[in-house]
């Protein structure tokens, strides 16, 4: 890679930065190279604000359960906002809120602390206590982020569930957590449909199936009918009239959980990540200022859902620890047309903007499809940095993202992270590190990502090999929710000598030593920058028992969502061909999206007679993802019982 292929930041960039150049990126990685505790426990003072200040750094006596500030008291929601208002940006805009009919409004620090604090009140009125889980299933609205608020203000464990997931997930996951109460809203507004939550709750909790849950908190939103269980269900305006603006914050160890976030891995069963209070703020609020360089005058912009860890780290928390202005967007990217975003944009003066692969490349089509929508035809001038998060960016779509939104100026931070590590991992700084389209580049200074093979020992760049963290850091996964073998097993294994297993395959530039992630080598999939196991489809599949005998399920290239679910089935009858596969193929997406939620279904659907198996009766996935991809097989073949199911299982339906 010659220095004319790389994107330096500019002198202007460089100057007003943050993390100001090379020569300050290596300052910062020196200073926790040489003292990895004392790194961390200066930004720990710096960044976050303690009741009671820590005297121990990091406690690795039972790992990998590991503590951090363990003896340090503090509350995340007193540092996302009674700090705010004490340091005199009580009247400054925290967040507009960006509505799906295109109105908007804003709430200032003084009003959203109020907001939450009269919500925190709320749930303490039903009992809510410290350590309580309570879920989420929200719109993207200010109540939504306000809810996740509350409860951290009281030391109540929030476990937000995305607002596509179908009755059974949310109740999978109400069920794990063994929540007390669900705060959801009547209905959502998305690209001008008023969609369903507060009757998918009404399934999910359906037949005392949840025996832990005592309260529902409705957020109206629509004013759509909904269903009502007396006793149990409570308008959030009424819960609210006459509660105090005034809630004394829960001051808890660094190490209490904030959270669960569900996420898929490569069993059937999502997992429930627990992160930690300290770390994880700690994290989240470096992170925003490093990488997305926020400063006082910004519009920050990141259109995750709050569903996702990026709206957790990037909307709820890491923003509004800093002080900072932010957008909260409830519509989608394609509504009133595929301009809404850079219509947005230009409308609240967004300064920075953080968005996915997935999103990029479907406005790239639209705008080549219609002229109207071209982000050319909106005023950008407002943005000085881009963000991309959640799959690996391809080229094409990182130049266009950095010519067409960035106006050729704005820097193109490419964050490798996930739900596991609170924060970004391997990022660029933008008034730092020069780019190179599709990389994203180095580790966040004090993060050790590094590249080995199976046995954990270190491969030299240029060679690919598997993703590890060699020490542990302060925004780490604690733990699985009632399962630490899992946790031990899934990210520690023996063989690793302690590394933390992310789950991607990576390679390093032979000369820049720059990362570059290769993808998955676990059995989940990447499908619009949302994570799914493909064991988890699977069991969704064979759940209809009355049809399906068996399935495998894997992922294939797709040039919009970056990867795309296939499923090969076979049915408990004879091979369907024609139009009843096809009926039979939307029977069994409508089934996949009602146990799973819309996000799961399989785009190709593939009819066999049997599955291709080894001797032993293993599935070759290997080969089916050569099918799935319309490859020829170069596998040996010679096992199968029956080749011609080859060729049935190339057919879509
Ligand atoms: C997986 C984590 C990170 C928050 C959103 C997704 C993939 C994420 C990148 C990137 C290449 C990426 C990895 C990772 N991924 N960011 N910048 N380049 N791949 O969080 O649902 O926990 O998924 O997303 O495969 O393991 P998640």
Redo the contacts with the bound molecule.
Sequence with gaps: MSQNELYLPSAAWQAQANVKGMAGYNALVAEAEADYQGYWARLAREFVTWQTPFTKVLNDSEAPFFKWFEDGRLNVSYNCLDRNVERGLGDKVAIIFEADDGSSSKVTYKELLGRVSQMANVLKARGVKKGDRVVIYMSMSVEGVAAMQACARIGAIHSVVFGGFSAQSLRDRVQDAGAVMVITADEQLRGGKALPLKAIVDEALDGGSCPTLKDVIVYQRTGGKIGWVEGRDHWLHEEMAGKSEVCEPEWVEAEHPLFLLY?SGSTGKPKGVQHSSGGYLLHAALTTKWTFDLQDNDVFWCTADIG???GHSYITYGPLALGGTEIVFEGVPTYPDAGRFWQTIAKHKVSIFYTAPTAIRSLIKAAEGNAAVHPDRYDLSSLRLLG??????NPAAWEWYHKHIGGGRCPIV???????TGGHMITPLPGATPLVPGS?TLPFPGITTAIVDEMGNDVPNGQGGILVVKKPWPSMIRTIYNDPERFKKSYYPEELKGYYL???GAIRDAETGYFT?T??IDDVL?VS???MGTMEIESALVSCTELVAEAAVVGRPDDTTGEAICAFVVLKRARPTGDEAKAIAKQLRDWVAKEIGPIAKPKDIRFGDNLPKTRSGKIMRRLLRSVAKGEAVTQDTSTLENPAILDQLSEAN
Excluded: K, L, M
């Design positions: 996420t996702w860890v990026t991309s998060v959640g799959e690996p960016i490419d964050t490798f992270w996930q739900t596991e994203c992310a789950g991607d992630i993808g998955r990447n920058g949302h994570r």
